[in-house]
């Protein structure tokens, strides 16, 4: 099992960065690919963005590209999203999440997910 907490998110104004954080313990991830998705109240969970289990490939939902950046330290099981010019819409519970398997093709197909941290934005 893998168990994940993120951390970092808070209110913040529009135009703000916050940087988002997830720990991964359990197991060792290096092998995983990670992930953040998101779910806005009244919406469904939304992929934002996630990181190839070398780091070497990244992949972003249009709606943070450019504004976003995601990055691993495999050595601190651990995977961060910078997230810069945030929007009132950006608002919403962010889920670090993890998979074996995953592939651009199944976005959703992570193994293991976080409780969440809520980053609101207010205008």
């Known amino acids: 099992q893998v168990q994940l907490v993120e951390s970092g998110g808070g209110l913040v104004q529009a135009g703000d960065s916050l940087r988002l954080s997830c720990t991964a313990s359990?197991?060792?991830?290096?092998?995983?690919?990670m992930g953040w998705f998101r779910q806005a109240p009244g919406k469904e969970r939304e992929f934002v963005s996630a990181?190839?289990?070398?780091?070497?490939?990244?992949y972003y939902a249009d709606s943070v590209k450019g504004r976003g950046t995601i990055s691993r330290d495999n050595a601190k099981n651990a995977v961060t999203l910078q997230m810069n010019s945030l929007k009132p819409e950006d608002t919403a519970v962010y889920y670090c999440?993890?998979?074996?398997?995953?592939?651009?093709?199944?976005?959703?197909?992570?193994?293991?997910w976080g409780k969440g941290t809520l980053v609101t934005v207010s205008s």
């Open positions: 999440a993890v998979g074996l398997k995953w592939k651009p093709t199944n976005l959703y197909g992570m193994d293991y």
């Open positions: 359990g197991r060792a991830v290096s092998s995983y690919a």
């Open positions: 990181v190839s289990w070398s780091g070497n490939y990244t």
